[in-house]
């Protein structure tokens, strides 16, 4: 049998290899001239005879060949690493959004479900949610908070006076390059004269080539000061005959993201006819409060953070929405929709829009959600709830939220395409679908408030915003919700031929999207994605790029990488790092579902015999997981070898937890749960602390650990809950400091391992939180 | 019977490589539509564990096109030309001990190590050449700054890749 095999296997090569010189001395050809002389023996190209053949048959020619194949093979296999990885962390962020947006989900829920039994918790919801997020005009035009900061003498940083000069801005760059730290009071004054300045420009910008002779775009900056400076220093500092447009996301994840800010409106004051500035999704306090601008400024700006932050949210509100050139190109920061409706942006009051984040809306109407809540597996969609959303006053929509039932919350009706973000039925592109039936409560609202003018429909105006800052172009045809973000749609090449010949544009500039290289044509080059924070993932990962347009407006793309030591690296060890990087994510994400995991295997193994295949590992991974990576390349890396195609899953199981985290008192299974949704709580936690001081009561914790926990299902008594706040309330004061919190997460002890559901802590409550139900996990 | 359990045991043989086939597919599948750029085929078949030359792998894309080119190949037509691949286990990768003969050849003076400048000669003049990228992509690797030399066989030894 075996050699009535390897003889079809021969043959079928034989037939299969097409004449060329250097095939003679390839392995294969002389498999077939060993079967002419004996038929039995299998092919094994380790084979003695076999190298003395080839020895005298080699060749340099088939020397170089064989040398050849054998590294473009390496290459092949290095580059599926670093796509492999690519993907681990596209994945991983994906999901890190759709928690974001589930994190939205769960406020919704509980203003659903959650029936406080008690006034005290009715009120920590109430007040949780309706605060006011947002100053009076009037309180804003104030602005004379910072006149009374004293900036002390000894302080050796940056001053600014104004009006700014030239001179000023070029010191802030050079200052921040020394990491130097401007002072809160120049900060909120900077803010302060960077809003006025804002308040008169339009909602779409208008530049042109005749005044600067090029004109340079650049993309995401997220947080890395080192590109912008590098930026500046390969391209030149802005002027009048150098200008400059920055294309959103300039904070969040990266570290200096404060810094970046300063040095963009101090060029904006500077030359404000040359430099520019789009607004990018994570130019939103939502946001933010999850992805690091709040944090950073709270760390940094300990006792005037917090005003800083105010004003911040509204000088985001009042940035230009897109740009363009010559009447010719548009820049924005996300992409388009299939109903692109420029002179509706350009109407619009942008300063209305606080936020393109779902907000929850306040207790008491419970009409809405029945059709629209999506099931758990659903990615959600993005919906507003405009009176948070928005601001109140002058456009519609009065309630500012406060307790009672004077606030109407939005509904988010039954979306007309599956999946779209829903809209209510003012202004609805799609069939107004209000399940309440009857008026909008937008309109509602307005009529009990007695409140003005009906302007254009407030929903209509707030989802071209968010197509504008969330949307992605797609290759295929047509136009679809983008349910990865969760906001904005997915929109094909004719959507982009749609709208440039509606408003007789030539192309398309947008970011919002990291490229390897920096960036990407697409759309027949009628798209031009420009990204430019480099390294964003981790050193070596990608570049950044930035464009530059001259009157003839021919894009002129220059690529870099701002980080000396990448330079230094060969692809592989770039690989490897970047590799390791994102296989440290996966292992906690690993981690985190372990039970999940343990579960799903033991389906798999119906004989308790405590192994599975590797097929079943990659399946019941991704069944657990969700991130659709392609496990079985990636098995490697996360699976030590076994010969014999099986795995035994409980200590691999064990193995990820040792490399993990552990703690002493706490269990394993309370913390793995806390862990896996440390992102999740540390917005909540945000949240909770609305003065931002970075302390939120034993108190506090507890009530919103439990209203969390309820809608995760998890079964955690009060006790535990109790023992928790206190181990790390360590000062025992009554209060916890969130940073300390989850900082205590990133370097725990183990107690025990153990994956049994016996282990884990049941419910018992029945007292006030009124949520949950007694179930084993 | 034998037969039976034989062709069961192919099937299962056959699913697994499906899986691996899908996988590998479908990480150079950017938009997600089951398509990729003909131009990565060559780096998926060599992912799956394979080790063709330039010559055999355009035989292979021949095989997985379209009638007319588009560009593209698709999954339906990848899967099985590639799973036979798998079976017959085609292309099979070099072991060390060939390839460091390999370089041998090209050192008959058996020095060692090759020069920059003979390696270069080498890897573009003969066989199937690389381009300046990949000449330039071995060279970053391979040499040693300091004698501008490629010690061939620590070279080999430090590019070993598990075959997962």
Known sequence: MGTLKAHRAVTSMEKSSSPSPFRDGNTEAQEGKIHERCPSPPPSPGGPSLLARISTHFTAFKAAALIQRWYRRYMARLETRRRCTWRIFQSIEYAGQQDQVKLHDFFSYLVDHFTPNSNHERDFL???FTTERFLQDSEMEKGSDYESIE??????????SFPLLPDHATALVEAFRLKQQLHARYVLNLLHETRKHLVQLPNINRVSTCYSEEITVCGDLHGQLDDLIFIFHKNGLPSPERAY?????????????????MILFAFMLVYPKEFRLNRGNHEDHMVNLRYGLTKEVMHKYKTHGKKILKILQDVFCWLHLATLVDEKVLILHGGVSDMPDLELLAKLDRHKVLTTEVVVSTLGRKTRRQKGKQPAKEKAARVPAPELALRPGRLHLGSRGGTGPAAPPASPAAAARPGDPGLDGAGSRQAPQEPGGGEPPALHARSRLGSPEPLQPTQEAWKQVVDILWSDPMAQEGCKANTVRGGGCYFGPSVTEQLLQKYNLQFLIRSHERKPEGYEFCHRRKVLTIFSASNYYEVGSNRGAYVKLGPALTPYIVQYQANKETHRLTMRQRISRVEESALRSLWEKLFASSLDLLGEF????????????LSAWAEAVESVLHLGLPWRMLKPQLVNSSTDNTLEYKSWLEDLAKEQLSRENIQSSLLETLYRNRPNLEAIFRITDSDHSGFISLDEFRQTWKLFSSHMNIDITDDCICDLARSIDLNRDGHIDINEFLEAFRIVEQSSTEGDTSDCPQATNTDNSGCSKPSKR | M???????GTELVIAEFHKKIKDAFEVFDHEANNTVDVREIGTIIRSLGCCPSEGELHDLIVEVEEEEPTGYIRFEKFLPVMTKVLLEKRYRPIPEDILLRAFEVLDPSKRGFLTKEELIKYMTEEGEPFSQEEMEEMLSAAIDPESNSIRYKDYIAMMVVDDG
């Not at chain 2, 034998?2 to 069961?8: I, L, N, S, V």
Request: overall charge negative; some cysteine.
């Open chain 1, 602 to 613: 033991k389906k798999h193994d119906a004989d308790k015999t405590g192994l599975i295949t």
């Open chain 1, 245 to 261: 447009v920055f294309n959103g996301d300039f904070v969040d994840r990266g570290k200096e993201s404060v810094e970046i800010l």
């Open chain 1, 151 to 160: 900036v002390p003498d000894n302080y050796t940083g940056p001053r600014l």
């Open chain 2, 2 to 8: 034998a037969d039976d359990k034989e062709r069961e």
């Open chain 1, 126 to 128: 109430n007040c949780k």
